[in-house]
């Protein structure tokens, strides 16, 4: 079984503090180490050893859950592509990664509102990033279409939010994602 502690503290100048206690004194946590085997980490109701964190003999960091099976170290978690993997990363679509470089953003109107803004890789428009498209009911927005475009200039996904007005209050948004 695992010790559970509360930690209290004697401190001397001797093991690094900077006086004499007389007797045990509450940890600082924003000066204070606990020097301990391991950690056990609890959820609301349990009292258990489900969940360790502890140092191994070859100094690693290791890591015990109900998830994992046995003692894992932070290499063994990294090496399992449990995260985001390099080439997952380098899969998606990196449309939107690269607006921060260069991008062309067209904004139509009908009257005096808008009805479109489209966001362009580049101010030749030859392929769409993100579009929104908007509809009116008198000078109220009535929907508002999101339109996420993929790479090779495809819809990926789109948004649509229905605006409820009582009165000129803006009483509720219903979305529908497809």
Not at 145 to 154: E, F, L, M
Not at 165 to 177: P, Q
């Amino acid at each position: 079984m695992v010790d559970r502690i509360r930690p209290l503290k004697f401190e001397d100048p001797a093991s690094g503090g900077t006086q004499t206690d007389d007797f045990p004194t509450g940890t600082n946590p924003n000066e204070d180490f606990v020097d301990a085997r391991g950690l056990t980490i609890q959820n609301d109701s349990s009292d258990d050893e489900s969940v360790i964190v502890s140092r191994d003999a070859s100094d690693n960091l290791t890591f015990q859950d109900g998830v994992v099976s046995g003692v894992k170290t932070l290499t063994d978690l990294l090496a399992t592509g449990t995260g985001m993997t390099e080439a997952t990363h380098q899969a998606l679509n990196t449309l939107l990664h690269d607006l921060d470089k260069d991008y062309y953003e067209e904004t139509t109107y009908a009257g005096g509102s808008v009805t479109y803004i489209i966001t362009w890789t580049t101010a030749g428009k030859t392929l769409k990033v993100r579009e929104y498209q908007y509809t009116y009911s008198g000078v109220k927005v009535d929907t508002e279409t999101i339109i996420q475009y993929d790479g090779a200039g495809a819809e990926e996904e789109r948004l649509t939010l229905t605006y409820a007005y009582t009165g000129n209050k803006l009483a509720s948004v219903t979305s529908v994602r497809t």
